[in-house]
């Protein structure tokens, strides 16, 4: 086989395993006139969600980890001041609003008193042999 066919036929099974060319036959990308027009309600979808996972307070120092970044009042993120921590959330600002994040309490498990106890196992049994 001539080299150069050899290189075509290298050439014709790599190019379309390139990332580049898939990006404009993409069945999943979003078409460019597809984009949501602008608006007070589309900005507010567009927000990453901010989830508040840690409070700590230490003497008179306040820090909430939000989004797991730690911050104390007056810092911003994601367009929002923190205005506020107390024991149970964080008081944010954002546009002009006031927004509460709660932290969630932990979960509690109540057993029941038979699932408590220790299970008893049944004694195997072979079929087709008279059990003892």
């Known amino acids: 086989m001539p080299r150069w066919l050899a290189r075509l036929v290298l050439l014709a099974l790599v190019l379309p395993c390139m990332p580049a060319a898939h990006a404009e036959t993409d069945p999943m990308r979003m078409p460019a006139a597809a984009a949501p027009a602008s608006s007070a309600s589309s900005a507010a979808m567009q927000r990453a969600p901010l989830v508040l996972t840690l409070i700590r307070l230490r003497g008179t120092q306040r820090t909430a980890w939000i989004n797991d970044r730690p911050l104390i009042v007056g810092d911003r993120m994601e ?8 024991l149970a ?5 954002r546009d002009g609003q006031r927004e509460y994040l709660a932290i969630t309490p932990p979960v509690k498990i109540k057993r029941a008193a038979a699932a408590a106890s220790k299970p008893t196992r049944a004694r195997p049994t072979i079929t087709g042999e008279p059990a003892p």
Do not use: S
Not at 79 to 86: F, L, P, S
């Open 79 to 86: 367009g929002a001041t923190v205005t506020a921590i107390d």
């Open 89 to 93: 959330g964080v008081t944010l600002q």
